[in-house]
């Protein structure tokens, strides 16, 4: 079992960065991905970023890849976010999730992940 625990959220204004973590408890198997979804207020969670957990593979949605970039800390078993140019439609809660060998066509689909953590808030705003 793997429990996720997301950290980094707050208030930014336009044009401000963050650096969301996600810190995983319990065993990592080497054919893990990590990923970032978030979810905007009356909208559908949607992907943002995964990365391989034994090999450099990283994947990004459109909107985000000139600006985020995913990567992870195997040694502290942490998975990061940095988000740069934040703009107001990035407001979302930005959920951490982990899945089993995943390929990469459905890396972006969130029904693969079986692990999830609690969320953290991102507000981008003036």
């Known amino acids: 079992q793997v429990q996720l625990v997301e950290s980094g959220g707050g208030l930014v204004q336009p044009g401000d960065s963050l650096r969301l973590s996600c810190a995983a408890a319990g065993r990592i198997p080497a054919s893990f991905t990590m990923a970032w979804f978030r979810q905007a207020p009356g909208k559908e969670r949607e992907f943002v970023a995964a990365?391989?957990?034994?090999?450099?593979?990283?994947h990004y949605a459109d909107s985000v890849k000139d600006r985020f970039s995913i990567s992870r800390d195997n040694a502290k078993n942490t998975a990061f976010l940095q988000m740069n140019s934040l703009m107001p439609d990035d407001t979302a809660v930005y959920y951490c999730?982990?899945?089993?060998?995943?390929?990469?066509?459905?890396?972006?689909?969130?029904?693969?992940?079986?692990?999830w953590g609690q969320g953290t808030q991102v507000t981008v705003s003036p």
């Open positions: 999730a982990a899945a089993h060998s995943v390929q990469n066509y459905y890396l972006t689909s969130q029904e693969k992940y079986s692990y």
């Open positions: 990365t391989r957990w034994n090999y450099d593979s990283r």
